[in-house]
């Protein structure tokens, strides 16, 4: 249906690994009179500060920053924020560049830091974004004094992600795509509304119970424990009560991103550098493979999930059992399901079934969003790619604590979304 | 032949203000773009021919409107669902498909594909395609 051009991979000219990461809280800024107030600077400048950090470096080691944001013109009143936070991590003067790609702006932000040392051009690159997807700012006033970016005004900046030539018009891209994928696997495999609506609550359930473990998660209540509070002794009741209602044909409110305010970065460098600046392994960025497809196109996320799949898997050579743990950018929560059987993660047509059994939590056999994803981690959107990055690693050296997988993995699949649409699909490995 | 700098979009537009709905050929392979853009995306020759859509096509999936999908704009609209849409000559859309509600949903989804129609609706200023159900 609509086939899309496909592309051929070709190795970097070096290997590339990841030495450094840092991520902020998820949060609404506003909403405590401890945050209220945090700028693009110091929310970008402690990510970065904290990925340089990690990596065991000073800015002065950094030679280039990217910088990615989804919405900064809206948000924070920024057509090159890349410049306005340049002088609040130590870096005055170094050259940097801004990119947008919505929400799938922080797995791209890899891919830019990835292939401007694998190049050549630089050696030691530090990616990060910034999403301010609560506290806007005035316009009149300086950044600290910021409002409210409720749901509805957030909900009407969104249209600009869509085409304004035929999609808009048109009237569905913008909003079929919330289903989409929910619609594709039931007529695919079969599968009854009940079927299709208990495994997204399994998801939110599963996905929840990895966030409360995360201090950095907006999220800090189970759903047992929410449910509890409102009067239910069984979750799935809760769940599909007036308490979590259908907002789309399929996404219950527990299936829908929280949206907020966060910042998240990483530090790259040659592989065989990696040794030069920390005693940690590197975590080698084997691929990254990329698609796009309109809104307007039929099945977006699948079909561009596919390509970008098949690319990766065709460059590094990979096997699907290989991947030990799996991240999809998940603000319809569905994702997590398409991606996850896509990259061969779980088995076509059977992948519903591990989050009605609770395999894919983080204490499960087949981990998936072990920091909660966007509907539990939160989605400050360009960064939310990023934080995906920075909990991906940390499982990978074993760091994450009490949410920590069983099994320390080596390999990881991560799979970007967003921005009507942006699809990428990378795979991380720790570097012997 | 070659690219040519042209209004591909006015010319729909207008076009769609005349009752027609027109897409592009492809000279070379004769893939059709609809809605219609520069160059085709199946060989990528940039020569291609206006051409009138026959307005036939298949419904192949759809979903109702919900709290975050029913817009108050497309209220003079109702009821519609949310397609995907293989036309006749090839190409396929998200497309708004009226004709389907709460009470037929459950037969309609047994029966897809089901027969469609392109027509052509007022909005503000400009008009635009959506489908209806064929009688049966
Ligand atoms: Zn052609």
Redesign the interface.
Known sequence: ??PI?KTTLHPYSRSVSIIGVGCSPFMNTLDDPETAGLTEGELFGYAAYKAMEDAGIRPKDVDYFFHGEANPFYCSNYITPNIQVSEWFGMRGKGSIHHSEACCTGYLALEEAVNAVASGKYNVVLSGCVEFGDAIVDGTKPSFMRRKFDFFEF?ESLKWIYDN??TR?????P??????GA??YK?KYGLTDEQMDDTLIHMAINSRRGAVLDPLAISKKTYEEIAKENGFDDVMEYMKSFYN??????LRASG?ELKCDGAAACIVCPTEMVSEFTDKKGIEVLGIGNATRE?????VEVIGTQEATRQVYELTGVKPEEIDILYANDFFITSQLIAAEIAGYLPEGEGWKYFIDGRTAFDGDKPINTNGGRCSFGHAHAASGMADIYEAVMQMRGECGARQVKKLPKTAFLRGFGGAQNLASIILRTAE | MGVKLERV?KTYYDNLEAGKITGRKCLECGAVEW?PVLVC?TCGCADMEWIEMSGKGKL??????????K?DE?KDIKPYV???V?VEEG??????VRGINKKNREEILAK?PVDVHMTIIP?DG?S???FDLDEE
């Open positions: 249906m609509n051009n909900q030539t035929y018009e048109m009237m569905c891209g909003n079929i795509h919330q289903d989409d619609e594709w007529a209602p259908m907002m789309s044909g399929n829908l809104a307007n196109q039929p099945h | 979009v809605p995306n192949l999936q759809f979903v109702m409107p919900a709290t975050i999908t817009k497309m949310f397609g995907v293989e190409p396929a859309v998200n497309a708004m897809l909005r400009y635009t395609v959506i």
